[in-house]
């Protein structure tokens, strides 16, 4: 093969030797035209990397700047000139990458318009989001509604010029000497932070605008078709109150009007289903402001559900070799010493209190404690392994502005467990694990999740406890698991707990939208913190490894989730009030009060509305509470010994006799159904 002659190798399996140089578009074009103009970018990856579909990768750094990883597969223009032999995949417009290209692109169109329209704007960064796309500026006046309206407006002229993004180079140091002869302050300092002395520095350009950039980008303006600004907010550069407020511009876009609009019919149906207003509509539970923020109180409603999950979970803990614990709410500083939490984590806790004896903190996690229990009598590997789990009350420092009504809050039940078990186990202990994650989604109706894997970032030690010989073990045995189950997952570098590797569950609700929950963490940092032991079957004392793991993540959390997901019409064996009882009159009160007695004699949780209303005014009342069964009777019904049944679903269902509802009733609780 020729020396300016490289190999791309196709998903088909087929591999085509071009010049180098030769661009993706070029072979889209060589292919098929219709392929050509189908595609949005392109994904390409050397020879010897690992398949994308296997893991992924994620940064903290802003992808309009950062450096890609050459040895990594990658997303790059059509445009892009092919210069070794690659594997090579053409994205088109169905292929979950091409939105936050298009997107991406989208925040382009966006500056553009807003410097076409008001020139003295200063550009910070713009990034794609898993929802649409933001742009931050710096203007010392506000934006107004009319703005919008109007930056909208240009953006269609934008798209209309289908103008290309051509990438473009230039010197470091004439692309800082420009910003900041401009007054770009913040081009200049990502400039300075992304690049180095001698760099060349990425632009493109789309017509008259330029922007500091690595991509990628679709073919041109024209590509970003269904697009729409939704609102402007504050920010401060850099995070940091001291700086200047910018103003972040946010938007969203698709690659039709009919994804757009399917997108905001979605968020009208997320805000139906906001557990905050459907808490209050429901009366599940509060946030007393004299209490304070990010407390949650339970009421009585919300308290009956919380009561099932907690029972399944210590049931379900049980019959899978757990043992149940119960541990203090505080402790002396000198136990979070220990831990390691007073070093790593002392700023996400309460602060200190100081008693007669010593200075304590309120836990935000439950771990050392079980720790202790562990450590109270000695073990022997014929106890391994053991497995200690509490739902447990724990206090964490949220700042004020991040709290967000179940979701995130300062005191939470965490439905935690620890595992203590030899090195030859924890894979063993880890698949259960993921087993027993699976079972709950399962059991509380969520049929799909995602996994990823939280790794270290070596070259930040600072954050990190453990040796590299410990973390490179705890990853490879996190990664074995999920290989060995055939579990899809991503990587994510730099999200790992302080003392280890993580595997984190995230469920997907049925609108679509990630929840992170499940979590199961490898510790080998703890085990040596305190000195933990058991004797081997070769007589010496040896260390175990740990594992930390919550399923519901928190209860409060958990059940924020299962509001929404349900939208408040929580599935019959859940449901605060199972049935709700309307007699017609006055004179069925006695039969009401049967009927009732019948039903709670058989497990049903039951309301009786013997108010002076009218018959259809109480049935409406039990179904704004989303009462899964209504039973109305007047006369027929008490003859017959009968019911006329209306479901939350279906409906008027018409007479059935007491008893075989009741049947019916309970044999739904016991399966744990989902459907009436």
């Known amino acids: 093969m020729s020396t300016n002659t490289i190999a791309i190798h196709l998903p088909d399996g087929s591999v085509r030797e071009v010049p180098s140089g030769t661009t993706p578009l070029e072979i889209a074009n060589a292919i098929s035209p219709r392929l050509a103009a189908a595609s949005v970018a392109a994904r390409i990856a050397p020879l010897d990397a690992a398949p994308a579909c296997v893991c992924a990768h994620h940064t903290d750094e802003d992808p309009m700047y950062a450096a890609a990883d050459e040895s990594a597969p990658r997303i790059v223009d059509l445009a892009t000139p092919l210069t070794a032999d690659v594997r090579l995949e053409l994205l088109r417009e169905s292929d979950p990458e091409s939105l936050h290209v298009l997107r991406h692109s989208a925040a382009h169109v966006l500056a553009t318009a807003v410097l076409e329209l008001f020139p003295e704007t200063k550009l910070g960064h713009g990034p794609a989001t898993d929802s649409g796309f933001f742009y931050d500026f710096y203007r010392e006046k506000p934006f107004t509604p009319e703005d919008l309206e109007a930056i909208e407006k240009k953006m269609a002229e934008v798209v209309a010029r289908n103008e290309p993004f051509l990438h473009e180079f230039a010197p470091r140091e004439k692309s800082l000497e420009d910003f900041e002869r401009d007054g770009d302050f913040m081009k200049a300092h990502f400039v300075t932070k992304f690049t180095a002395p001698g760099d060349r520095v990425s632009f493109y350009r789309s017509g008259k605008f330029v922007d500091f950039c690595r991509g990628p980008h679709v073919p041109s303006t024209g590509r970003v078709k269904a697009f729409k600004v939704t609102k402007v907010a504050g920010a401060y550069w850099l995070g940091d109150e001291k700086n200047p407020q910018l103003q972040r511009i946010y938007g969203t876009a698709f690659f039709s009007k009919k994804d757009l609009d399917e997108h905001f019919a979605r968020l009208e149906e997320a805000a139906r289903r906001d557990h905050r207003v459907l808490g209050?509509?429901?009366?599940?539970?509060?946030?007393?402001?004299?209490?304070?923020?990010?407390?949650?109180?339970?009421?009585?409603?919300?308290?009956?559900?919380?009561?099932?999950?907690?029972?399944?979970?210590?049931?379900?803990?049980?019959?899978?070799?757990?043992?149940?614990?119960?541990?203090?709410?505080?402790?002396?500083?000198?136990?979070?010493?220990?831990?390691?939490?007073?070093?790593?984590?002392?700023?996400?806790?309460?602060?200190?209190?100081?008693?007669?004896?010593?200075?304590?903190?309120?836990?935000?996690?439950?771990?050392?404690?079980?720790?202790?229990?562990?450590?109270?009598?000695?073990?022997?590997?014929?106890?391994?392994?053991?497995?200690?789990?509490?739902?447990?009350?724990?206090?964490?420092?949220?700042?004020?502005?991040?709290?967000?009504?179940?979701?995130?809050?300062?005191?939470?039940?965490?439905?935690?467990?620890?595992?203590?078990?030899?090195?030859?186990?924890?894979?063993?202990?880890?698949?259960?694990?993921?087993?027993?994650?699976?079972?709950?989604?399962?059991?509380?109706?969520?049929?799909?999740?995602?996994?990823?894997?939280?790794?270290?970032?070596?070259?930040?030690?600072?954050?990190?406890?453990?040796?590299?010989?410990?973390?490179?073990?705890?990853?490879?045995?996190?990664?074995?698991?999920?290989?060995?189950?055939?579990?899809?997952?991503?990587?994510?570098?730099?999200?790992?707990?302080?003392?280890?590797?993580?595997?984190?569950?995230?469920?997907?609700?049925?609108?679509?939208?990630?929840?992170?929950?499940?979590?199961?963490?490898?510790?080998?940092?703890?085990?040596?913190?305190?000195?933990?032991?058991?004797?081997?079957?070769?007589?010496?004392?040896?260390?175990?490894?740990?594992?930390?793991?919550?399923?519901?993540?928190?209860?409060?959390?958990?059940?924020?989730?299962?509001?929404?997901?349900?939208?408040?019409?929580?599935?019959?064996?859940?449901?605060?009030?199972?049935?709700?009882?309307?007699?017609?009159?006055?004179?069925?009160?006695?039969?009401?009060?049967?009927?009732?007695?019948?039903l709670r004699a058989a497990g049903l949780r039951v309301e009786t509305d013997l108010r002076n209303e009218k018959m259809n005014a109480k049935i409406r009342d039990f179904a704004n509470q989303k009462t899964p069964y209504i039973l109305v009777f007047g006369d027929k019904e008490e003859s017959a010994g009968a019911v006329s049944v209306r479901t939350r679903s279906k409906g008027d269902q018409g007479s059935m006799p007491l008893q075989e509802f009741i049947a019916k009733a309970a044999e739904l609780v016991a399966m744990q159904s989902t459907e009436l």
């Open 280 to 598: 209050k509509q429901l009366d599940l539970f509060s946030i007393q402001e004299l209490a304070g923020a990010g407390l949650i109180f339970w009421h009585p409603k919300g308290g009956i559900i919380r009561k099932i999950m907690e029972d399944w979970m210590r049931e379900e803990c049980l019959r899978r070799g757990y043992s149940l614990v119960f541990t203090p709410h505080v402790a002396r500083v000198n136990l979070w010493q220990t831990s390691g939490h007073e070093g790593f984590y002392a700023g996400n806790m309460f602060t200190p209190m100081e008693l007669d004896d010593a200075m304590y903190r309120m836990k935000p996690m439950n771990c050392p404690f079980h720790i202790l229990i562990y450590k109270n009598t000695p073990k022997s590997y014929r106890d391994l392994p053991v497995r200690y789990a509490e739902l447990g009350n724990v206090y964490r420092y949220e700042r004020s502005g991040t709290m967000h009504g179940l979701l995130r809050v300062r005191g939470f039940t965490q439905d935690d467990a620890h595992i203590f078990c030899t090195p030859q186990q924890i894979e063993s202990e880890v698949a259960a694990c993921i087993d027993f994650a699976e079972a709950v989604l399962k059991t509380f109706g969520f049929k799909e999740y995602k996994v990823e894997l939280s790794t270290w970032d070596p070259g930040d030690r600072a954050h990190y406890a453990g040796s590299d010989e410990n973390w490179n073990l705890a990853i490879r045995s996190l990664d074995n698991v999920l290989q060995a189950k055939g579990i899809p997952y991503k990587t994510i570098p730099g999200e790992a707990a302080f003392y280890g590797p993580k595997i984190d569950v995230k469920l997907v609700d049925v609108l679509g939208r990630l929840w992170q929950l499940s979590t199961v963490q490898f510790d080998f940092n703890l085990p040596a913190r305190f000195e933990l032991e058991y004797v081997g079957e070769d007589g010496e004392r040896h260390q175990p490894v740990m594992v930390h793991r919550a399923l519901f993540g928190s209860v409060e959390r958990f059940f924020g989730v299962l509001i929404e997901h349900y939208a408040g019409a929580f599935p019959l064996w859940l449901a605060p009030v199972q049935v709700g009882l309307v007699p017609i009159s006055e004179r069925h009160a006695a039969y009401a009060q049967k009927v009732e007695s019948a």
